[in-house]
């Protein structure tokens, strides 16, 4: 019989699973509907405002996902005594990542083999982070915090640092800050997507919540901390977007008050701004807050089916797109220009509903699996 998870671990389940929620709808809009694109930040003078809407929600996924991820390796560490179990679970589990974006991931988003170019995405970035993590829980926690903040919030003062591609520093910067390209060779490219530098500020700030969580720890002075970080996050974001500075693309009033507030929410995350962090960052903890006190709804539970299985799902949801697109092309051929793709904003939505659905059965067996089978080692990395 699998054990029940207690209200601080259900709510870390139930939020993991709300943003990958959030990541197939924005996956299927990327599969579907990628005859409108849309640019970072994006451009509301052109934008739909469902499309601004659609796309903003996504940009939760990656900043809670890597925060949780720095949470759970407390958690771990707290389970198997001491921060040497960590560092040695984040150097492989990290290293297992970086390996998986490489191959399996890679391959789901563009079915070429050999590749021509490899995506260099989130889970590269989370598995760079781990890495990193990995020699940074050896701080003391007052350190960890200082460095997280550091780089979260002063990774902009480097957005006017770029190197020329014949540098010897171009590849390890477009690694850690200037999203771009790198040649590997004259048939292969690699595309640094997710530069890793704030990210592994994020992972940082994350372990060292860690004690919020601990087992025994009080919830209400939990709550509090939450609730503390997450507005003081948000009324960071609000009164630096008023002042129209710092790293960010400056906002204005629109034609409409619709477009004003696209402008003041249109954010940038390659890489993520101290801004875009600050407003997602400070949503995240919030809904933890709000997931630990509706911990008994069904729709929590539901939520957390999903996010005690994370990797499995990344993997499974985007061999499902896949395939259904070729399918796709296969019966009715392309439909705007080269692509084929859904009319309306509407299909991308119910499409993104109908596949959670189907995918539930599939990842709670997966779910309960991995809680069932703890002697499977490998399991514990999916």
């Known amino acids: 019989m699998t054990a029940v998870p207690s209200t601080r671990l259900h709510s870390i389940d139930a939020l993991r699973g709300l943003v990958i929620l959030f990541m197939l709808l924005d996956h299927v809009r990327e599969t579907f509907y990628l005859h409108l694109q849309v640019s970072d930040p ?16 996504a940009h939760l996924c990656a900043p809670v996902f890597i925060l949780l991820t720095g949470l759970a390796a407390f958690l771990y560490g707290e389970k198997y005594q001491g921060r040497a179990a960590v560092s040695s679970f984040l150097f492989k589990r990290g290293l297992f990542l970086v390996v998986l974006e490489l191959t399996l991931v890679n391959f789901a988003w563009t079915f070429q083999f050999p590749p021509s170019v490899i995506y260099l995405q989130v889970i590269w970035a989370i598995g760079l982070s781990m890495l990193a993590l990995s020699a940074l829980v050896w701080l003391p926690r007052v350190a960890l915090v200082v460095l997280g903040l550091v780089l979260v919030a002063g990774h902009n003062l480097l957005d006017g640092l770029h190197f020329p591609l014949d540098s ?14 790198i040649e590997v060779s004259e048939g292969l490219r690699l595309r640094t997507s997710y530069p890793v530098l704030p990210w592994i500020g994020v992972i940082a700030l994350g372990y060292a919540m860690g004690p919020w969580f601990a087992r025994g720890s009080d919830a209400r002075q939990r709550r509090r901390y939450l609730i503390g970080t997450g507005v003081g996050a948000l009324v960071g974001f609000g009164v630096l977007r008023l002042l129209n500075g710092y790293g960010e693309k400056p906002w204005f009033n629109g034609d409409t008050t619709v477009q004003t507030l696209m402008s003041f929410f249109n954010i940038t995350k390659y890489p993520p701004s101290l801004l875009f962090l600050a407003l997602t960052l400070g949503i995240g903890v919030l809904l933890l807050v709000l997931f630990e006190r509706r911990n008994e709804g069904r729709w929590v539970r539901w939520l957390a089916v999903f996010g005690a299985a ?11 797109l896949k395939v259904l697109y070729l399918i796709a092309v296969a019966i009715w051929g392309t439909n705007q220009g080269q692509y084929f793709g859904f009319d309306g904003l509407w299909s991308v939505w119910l499409g993104a509903v109908l596949l959670s659905v189907a995918l539930y059965l599939p990842v709670r067996w997966f779910a309960r699996l991995k809680a069932r089978r703890r002697d499977i080692a490998w399991l514990k990395y999916l």
């Open 168 to 181: 010897w520093l171009h590849a390890p910067w477009a690694v850690l800050h200037d999203r771009g390209w």
């Open 42 to 57: 994006m451009d509301v003078t052109t934008t739909d405002p469902g499309l601004f809407f659609s796309r903003t929600l």
């Open 310 to 320: 994370p990797m499995f799902f990344y993997l499974l949801h985007l061999y499902v």
